[in-house]
């Protein structure tokens, strides 16, 4: 059975690279729809499925009314919402198997956006002037695949012909290929992991299997956090056991690791299990030495290098009271059941007793923010052990057992499914 992918993309100005797409997908196979997000017109040199006019009416704007106003932002800005809302009632609808769009810089924000709108491993493709740059914006927690374009997209040549042509054939490779079967349906847990807290993580992760939970591990890297707020958000997660908040530290030091002001936004909001742990809020990550800010090396701050392209830098007392308040903060608007778990004895493996990391005094700053801060009735659980230990990993399961048990998640897992 033929599959329909859904191109998307700005016909006005890139209507010819859009065509050579639809062609090249065609002679695969494959059915056609496409979605016009160019705030200026169209094109005539394929069917346009769906033009701006009905992208922008899916939020109640006039595209006349913006054209009149000749304010290319607020077209976008505009263009940026609606496009989601229709893709994703699109899919929902069955109206198609994959997606695929070309762009630049805006136009790559607008066809992710709606890409971001679809679920997990639904076939996602974007031709992008910006791919070889960071493009965490872009994908976020999302599976976005993401071609360079090398030359700009901006017309035919013999290196977009290439480019386009071997798009073509990744996205139609992702559709025909039918994933493996799931399995048993196992009720899912979302961990979170670093390299400094390894050991703990994969004795939770054993234990949680030995009791019939699939765990998913994410590494803390900006990236593995977005994408497992996702995954809560998408509704497919029946517990979050958050070992690893190391994220925000980089959040309020610019480390390159951050996982933005969303993170641990996700379990309370859709009222799923909650355990957070202050797991490597010890350090903020940096590239090689010589990529610490000049704010940082003037101040004279602790720096280990992990290896050559990774530096870590110690957080001090204030930083460490700021996540305190944020972590209480955002327990205290969960929906669902929550509890923090505390290290005494260190919150990565160099925390510990003795080893460079080990600051009492910063810890302490951040366990007292969050006790000054959290609502009664949070359990804050405070043990006298790294984080790696053995026995705190059994706690942290323990706890983790235990917030699963106040909630029934056979609703929940069947609503998500639904």
């Given at each position: ?21 639809r ?82 810089s ?65 996205i ?5 290929n ?51 707020e ?14 690893t ?138 043990v006298?052990?790294n ?32």
């Open positions: 059975m033929p599959k329909t992918i859904c191109i998307i993309g700005a016909f006005d100005t890139k209507g010819e690279d859009h065509a050579f797409l062609q090249e997908l065609l002679k695969l196979g494959h059915q056609v729809l496409t979605i016009n997000v160019g705030a200026l017109g169209t094109t005539t040199l394929f069917p346009v499925d769906f033009e701006a006019s009905t992208v922008l009416k899916s939020v109640g704007v006039d595209l006349d009314q913006l054209r009149a106003q000749g304010d290319k932002g607020a077209a976008m800005k505009a263009l940026d919402r609606g496009a989601p809302q229709l893709v994703q009632e699109l899919y929902e609808q069955g109206k198609f198997d994959g997606i695929i769009g070309m762009g630049g805006a136009g790559s924000a607008i066809i992710s956006s709606a890409m971001r709108s679809l679920p997990i491993g639904l076939p996602k493709v974007l031709v992008s002037t910006v791919a070889s740059g960071d493009v965490s914006f872009y994908v976020r927690g999302k599976d976005i695949a993401i071609i360079p374009s090398i030359v700009d997209v901006t017309g035919l040549n013999r290196i977009s012909r290439l480019i386009y042509a071997r798009a073509a054939g990744a139609s490779g992702m559709v025909q039918a994933p493996p079967p799931i399995g048993a349906d196992r009720p899912i847990i979302t961990a979170s992991m670093f390299g400094n807290t390894t050991d703990c993580v994969n004795t939770c992760v054993k234990a949680l299997s030995d009791k019939g939970f699939e765990v998913l591990v994410f590494h803390a890297t900006g990236a593995g956090g977005r994408a497992m996702t995954l809560v958000a998408d509704g497919l997660v029946e517990g979050v056991l958050d070992i908040t190391t994220e925000w530290a980089d959040e309020l030091c610019q480390g390159v690791f951050s996982a933005g002001p969303e993170r641990l936004d996700a379990p309370g909001q859709r009222g799923i299990p909650h355990l957070i742990v202050p797991g490597c809020v010890d350090m903020a990550n940096f590239g090689a030495p010589s990529t610490v800010p000049e704010k940082f090396r003037q101040a004279k701050r602790l720096l280990y290098e992990w290896n050559p392209s990774v530096t870590l830098m110690r957080t001090n007392v204030d930083e460490n009271r700021q996540m305190g308040e944020i972590f209480a903060k955002k327990a205290n608007a969960a929906t669902g059941p929550v509890a923090f778990l505390i290290p005494l004895r260190g919150v990565s493996m160099l925390d510990g007793d003795g080893q460079p990391f080990c600051d009492r005094e910063a810890d302490r700053a951040m366990f007292d923010a969050i006790k000054a801060k959290v609502k009664p009735g949070i359990p804050l659980v405070e006298d052990l984080i790696n230990d053995p026995a705190f990993s059994a706690k942290a399961v323990e706890m983790m057992l235990e917030l699963i048990q106040k909630q029934d998640l056979t609703p929940r897992r069947q609503a998500a499914k639904d």
